[in-house]
């Protein structure tokens, strides 16, 4: 049965088997380290805490000025280990080069298992893996006319650059009336139009006829909470209306 409660100490002797099966002559408490593994040239430093902590991870760091072999040992934890949270921590441990160990605590006894292994981080290979989403962040800053939101802001509304072109049409509709995708673009809307148009995500435009769309009375009084965006985007529009007219003029 698992036990009531649970010591830094219970994780010790679990983790102490493990490497003794493989031949590690192994230690407790050597010189602030709280295990050590050593077999002939190779020593492995192991630093147990009930929690992932910061304080664990520092440790851990520091033991890295010994040896490139040094793990974090915790009990397993209690929610899922392909859920995001532990994906995200097997990351960490994995961008610091430290090895992880889990200890079970079971009705047949503790039993330690090491989940990742100390190796150097590939921070190249990183970044190729995840490429998409970097060019989907600087695609996201393009799309954005100012910085409109507080970095670390929670439980706020956050301005995307996906609703600033959907009021960037609004915009376009409150001022000159129902629109096709088509003229939209020329204004300037780019070539997301037509999908705001037909996914409606806000409710903010509906079909008046085909090919044709306008502002819902909620589309026109929800753009009033952006009145630095309004007027950036009517601004905006009168430029571009002025500048095609100077064209048709010395055409």
């Known amino acids: 049965m698992g036990k009531d409660k649970l010591y830094e100490s219970d994780l010790y002797e679990p983790i102490r088997k493990l490497f003794v099966r493989e031949g590690y002559e192994v230690n407790g408490e050597v010189k602030d380290c709280d295990l050590t593994a050593v077999k002939g040239e190779e020593l492995i430093i192991v630093e147990m805490k009930k929690n992932l902590t910061v304080e664990l991870l520092i440790q851990a760091a520091k033991r ?73 962040l600087l695609k996201e800053i393009e799309g954005r006319s100012a910085d409109y939101n507080i970095g670390g802001s929670n439980k706020t509304k956050i301005m995307t650059a996906y609703k600033e072109n959907c009021i960037q049409i609004a915009c376009y509709m409150e001022r000159e009336g129902p629109l096709s995708p088509k003229n939209l673009r020329k204004m300037g809307t780019g070539d997301k139009t037509l999908s705001i148009l037909t996914q409606n995500y806000y409710g903010w ?47």
């Open 205 to 251: 435009f509906e079909k008046v006829s085909r090919g044709i769309y306008t502002l819902t009375e909620k589309g026109n009084t929800e753009i009033k909470e952006y009145p630095e965006l309004v007027k950036y985007y009517l601004d905006l529009l009168s430029g571009t209306t002025h500048n095609q007219n100077d064209e048709g003029q010395n055409g």
């Open 64 to 136: 890295q000025r010994l040896t490139d072999l040094v793990y974090i040992a915790i009990p397993k934890p209690k929610y899922k280990m392909y859920s995001k949270k532990w994906h995200d921590m097997c990351h960490l441990i994995k961008r610091l080069e430290l090895g992880l160990i889990i200890v079970s605590f079971l009705k047949s006894g503790a039993k330690a298992e090491i989940i990742l292994s100390p190796a150097p981080f590939d921070r190249k290979r990183s970044m190729q893996m995840n490429k998409k989403k970097r060019l989907n």
